[in-house]
């Protein structure tokens, strides 16, 4: 099955200075590599997404990167602010089958 | 908005009990998902539900079963629950397996005793 490794377990970053989370995957077959945010004490939630089709992704300050040709996967975000702080799983997935996460990385941003 | 909720925030439960987790969607999801989420171990899949009556094994099933006779809800049960079990249970749904958003609840923090 797919397996999903994620690094690195803890990060912590200056506010305004950005953050780099990457993520490697085994199955050459997968083509969703979503990102969930989990801040402290509450649910994951979806903060972006890519597909196999594309390399590049950007949502304001968050983007992710795909290469397929290594099978990893980078979440970016830049000029970060208190809020970012959370806990951050990679995923990775082959059509209609599950989601494999990453273990999770703690993001703390310093004032 | 879509919402996911559970029937209980905390549970404490004794070695060798029945124990239930309920899972409600509202937003007439065909797909729900029980994971498990443990410290440096990520979001571990349980078992997951396609269709009302159908259900998959994840990557961790074992001493675990599920229910889904209907849509809105899902079951994870637990025939004999022990201390290895103790977890923070979360259950999420989605329209689509993989190719679409999961939506998740808030989560059952279970200590077995």
């Known amino acids: 099955g797919e397996n999903v490794e994620q690094h690195p377990s803890t990060l912590s970053v200056q506010e305004g200075d950005s953050a780099v989370i990457k993520c490697t995957y085994s199955?050459?077959?997968?083509?969703?590599f979503p990102w969930y945010k989990q801040e402290l004490g509450k649910r994951p939630q979806l903060i972006i997404d890519i597909r196999s089709n594309v390399g590049e992704k950007k949502d304001q300050r968050i983007a992710v990167t795909l290469n397929k040709t290594a099978k990893h996967f980078s979440l970016h975000i830049t000029e970060t602010q208190p809020e970012d702080s959370a806990v951050y799983f990679c995923a990775a997935s082959f059509g209609n089958e599950k989601l494999t996460f990453g273990t999770g990385t703690r993001l703390t941003i310093i004032p | 908005d879509v919402k996911v909720t559970q029937s209980s925030r905390y549970l404490v439960k004794r070695t060798g009990e029945k124990v239930f987790l309920e899972c409600v969607q509202d937003?007439?999801?065909?797909?729900m998902f029980w994971y498990r989420q443990d410290p440096g171990l990520g979001l571990r899949l349980i078992y997951f539900s396609y269709d009302v009556k159908m259900k998959e094994k994840g990557d961790i099933p074992e001493g675990y079963s599920v229910s889904r006779e209907k849509k809105e809800r899902f079951s994870l049960i637990l025939e004999s629950a022990s201390t290895n079990q103790t977890s923070m249970y979360l259950c999420?749904?989605?329209?689509?397996?993989?190719?679409?958003?999961?939506?998740f609840g808030p989560g059952t923090r279970l200590t077995v005793t």
């Open positions: 937003m007439d999801h065909e797909n």
């Open positions: 999420a749904s989605s329209l689509l397996v993989a190719r679409g958003e999961q939506y």
């Open positions: 199955d050459s077959a997968s083509n969703y």
